[in-house]
């Protein structure tokens, strides 16, 4: 199973985010500048995002986004899910949503895939946007994202 980059930039924008909160929000072209990504592509995956209550919108000119929820709350396998989908090995374990494999109740390797699944959503469950956040300001003390003002 490999996290495709909308999981990969939505963590990582979530993660601009947070950094960046002095106002309360964050514009989109602020973040797409900071990952060096597209502004388009951003826009894509708040607007997911936003469908999801994880992020709210900040309307007028000095608008932007900011986290509907406190980010103790907001947790990677939420954010993951929402712009993954089920985290799953295989998709015969996927929650019983998955495609169904002729050799399912006979498989060898079932047990084996069913329990790499729970782990993996178990410990995405666990870590939390504020987790992220306390790590990387440990490993890093200049912020992700400077303020240059003249």
């Not at 500048?33 to 000095?62: D, H, K, P």
Request: charged share 25%; glycine share 8%.
């Amino acid at each position: 199973m490999k996290i495709s980059t909308k999981g990969r930039y939505g963590l990582e924008a979530l993660m601009v985010m947070c950094l960046d909160d002095e106002q309360g929000h964050v514009s989109l072209k602020k973040i797409a500048e900071t990952l060096n990504i597209s502004e388009a592509y951003i826009m894509q995956i708040f607007l997911v995002l936003r469908r999801a209550g994880i992020v709210e919108s900040v309307r007028g000119a000095q608008g932007g986004y900011r986290l509907a929820k406190e980010q103790k709350e907001v947790t990677v396998g939420e954010v993951l899910h929402v712009l993954e989908g089920p985290l799953s090995p295989v998709a015969c374990v996927t929650d019983g949503r998955g495609s169904k494999c002729d050799r399912m109740e006979v498989c060898p390797t079932r047990l084996l895939w069913q329990r790499v699944g729970g782990e993996l959503n178990q410990l995405t469950r666990s870590i939390t946007l504020a987790h992220l956040i306390d790590h990387y300001r440990s490993l890093n003390p200049r912020p992700i994202v400077e303020d240059y003002c003249i």
